[in-house]
């Protein structure tokens, strides 16, 4: 799966979140714990042997990824399997000589948006008069401990194929943009990034 996503930071949270209202259904809630580790020998391979154990909504879930950012927006290629016991995959991880790295929590609100159906707005269905969608989009208003505020917009795609990329691309920063972010606003860095630079994370 690959992952097309943005994040910018939010200056008024609550006005933000009034705009995807107007043309995003609402799907739920937000409380993700995500813990970040280091695979064995990380150090010889710097960025190539991470992972994530992610519990929301009584789930766990470990992700790796392969990352890279293009002028802000990030482009991954997503793993993930689900886990029942999270605290022996722990036990488990830490017996390979696995290594804890940092922890982030992320709260706020989830909302779909689907080109394919009808622009609540407007009522004219998405795709005419421009672009035919590439898929559903996934729109979060965050709080990021530690960090404050945050939009995140999200395509998965199931291969890495460069026009539907670059259309997705697009489509993102249409709806930062209908969202009322100014892409100015957009953040290229990771959380770890972030969370370094705030004092919140080791420096490895």
């Not at 813990?35 to 789930?59: A, C, M, N, V």
């Not at 004219?124 to 960090?147: F, H, K, R, W, Y």
């Not at 969202?179 to 957009?186: K, M, P, Q, T, Y």
Request: charged share 30%; with cysteine; glycine share 10%.
């Amino acid at each position: 799966m690959i992952e097309v996503e943005l994040k910018a930071h939010l200056r008024d949270r609550r006005a933000t979140e009034s705009r995807v209202a107007a043309f995003a259904r609402y799907l739920g809630p937000v409380d993700k714990f995500d813990s970040y580790w280091h695979g064995p020998d990380w150090r010889l391979q710097r960025g190539t042997k991470g992972f994530r154990i992610r519990s929301e909504d009584g789930t766990n879930l470990v992700t790796f990824k392969t990352k890279r950012s293009e002028s802000g927006i990030e482009i991954n290629r997503e793993r993930e399997f689900g886990i029942s016991d999270p605290e022996v995959f722990v036990e488990f991880c830490l017996r390979l000589g696995c290594e804890p790295f940092y922890t982030k929590r992320k709260r706020g609100s989830r909302y779909g948006y689907d080109p394919s159906s009808a622009d609540s707005s407007s009522g004219v269905p998405a795709g005419q008069g421009g672009q035919v969608g590439t898929g559903a989009a996934t729109i979060e208003i965050l709080e990021v401990e530690d960090l404050g505020d945050f939009i995140e917009i999200e395509i998965l795609l199931e291969e890495e194929e460069p026009s539907a990329v670059a259309l997705a691309q697009g489509e993102i920063r249409g709806l930062l943009s209908r969202a009322g972010v100014s892409e100015s606003n957009l953040e290229p860095r990771f959380y770890s990034e972030l969370l370094m630079a705030a004092g919140k994370v080791p420096r490895p």
